[in-house]
């Protein structure tokens, strides 16, 4: 083997690129540590599948890579850079945090973003202050694996993006909101409910309002259904309800679903289908939050409001959809509304909810359908 090793070391700089990049991955099957110099200057290669052939190869020697990757990123040439630090994210070992940490300055994007995952992956706390300023990075997508990785960190980051919440960059508010829903923070909920309710951004806002949802306290529920006449917010508060899955705020969204707590200053724009000559579009996107959301909460006391809800051809898609959530407890209120109902495409959709629920009728039954 050891002279089988040699060879293919040897053969890693042969003219043929084929040649090199099977060098490579044969070295990454013996995973001999011997090879672990070579495959980082096959990192120059010009070759892309010579280059990510080595960088396979480096993952399945592992550990004993480790020394010579964080010295390669320091390498002056990108791709060497870029390869190092995504092999590194792979290879989780508290040596590489500090290593990690000094790529977060990169002026390279990949460098910074693959950075972030890899301290993500591995939960280090030492990550968590260097991480906060990357949640104002220039690219997107940086701010977003800077955002997960916080996530992953967990409780260590969350008294840091509690003071970002307090940061004058609404972008690092946005973010700090977002970051502490992914990790469903229970003492973020009243920081994150009198953002909701008061930050300058309606971006924040919003935010806010998700990130509520996913944290999915009830502690939450009188905040969210105030934020609730915030146009800009309305249609995230109304989907955060259903995710506490809080009985409580079934008549809330009841009342939303049939149009009657539709805010005075609700935008419109002209339409000749709407009896009143205007049709509220984005409370329209709202009461589809807010039906999804009783399907969520599961509470038979919206199952009547939903079917009356099959009337409306706008919501008569979400309405159907939320009805088959409830199971075979929709079937009886159905059959009855079917016994007079004369409209062929709400009998439509009355028979699929059936036939979703698994409702069959008994032979000596005759309902109509």
Request: hydrophobic letters at 50%; proline letters at 5%.
């Amino acid at each position: 083997m050891s002279d089988r090793v040699s060879e293919e070391i040897a053969a890693l700089k042969d003219e043929d690129w084929a040649v090199r990049e099977e060098a490579a991955s044969l070295l990454g099957e013996f995973a001999d540590p011997r090879a672990v110099g070579p495959l980082i200057e096959v990192l120059h290669d010009e070759d892309r599948a010579v280059r990510e052939a080595a960088a396979t190869a480096l993952r399945k020697i592992g550990q004993p890579s480790l020394p010579a990757l964080a010295k390669a990123l320091k390498d002056p040439n990108g791709n060497v850079q870029e390869a190092a630090v995504a092999i590194l994210k792979d290879l989780p070992d508290p040596t590489i945090v500090e290593p990690l940490i000094e790529c977060l300055a990169s002026k390279n994007w990949v460098v910074r973003m693959q950075a972030a995952k890899g301290l993500g992956l591995l939960g280090d706390e030492r990550a968590v202050r260097p991480l906060i300023p990357l949640l104002m990075d220039s690219v997107k997508a940086v701010r977003v694996d800077t955002t997960d990785a916080l996530a992953r960190i967990g409780k260590a980051a969350v008294s840091s993006l509690l003071a970002a919440l307090r940061h004058d960059a609404w972008i690092l508010r946005l973010h700090a909101c977002e970051a502490l829903g992914k990790m469903a923070a229970e003492e973020a909920v009243e920081p994150l409910c009198a953002v909701m309710l008061n930050d300058r951004d309606a971006a924040v806002r919003q935010d806010a309002a998700r990130a509520l949802g996913g944290i999915g306290s009830p502690k939450a529920l009188e905040a969210l259904t105030t934020a609730l006449m915030d146009l800009n917010v309305r249609p995230f508060a109304a989907e955060a309800l259903g995710k506490l899955k809080d009985a409580r705020a079934v008549s809330t969204l009841v009342d939303i679903v049939t149009g009657k707590s539709r805010p005075v200053n609700s935008r419109r724009v002209p339409s000749c289908g709407d009896e009143s000559g205007e049709l509220y579009i984005e409370e329209m996107e709202v009461q589809e939050h807010a039906i999804a959301a009783l399907a969520q909460i599961g509470d038979e006391r919206a199952i009547e409001p939903l079917i009356a809800a099959l009337k409306d051809t706008r919501l008569r898609a979400a309405a159907a959809n939320a009805l088959g959530a409830f199971g075979l407890r929709v079937a009886e209120p159905l059959l009855a509304k079917m016994k007079t109902e004369t409209d062929s495409n709400i009998l439509f959709h009355a028979r699929a909810i059936l036939t979703t629920v698994g409702w069959r009728p008994k032979v000596t039954m005759k309902v109509g359908i």
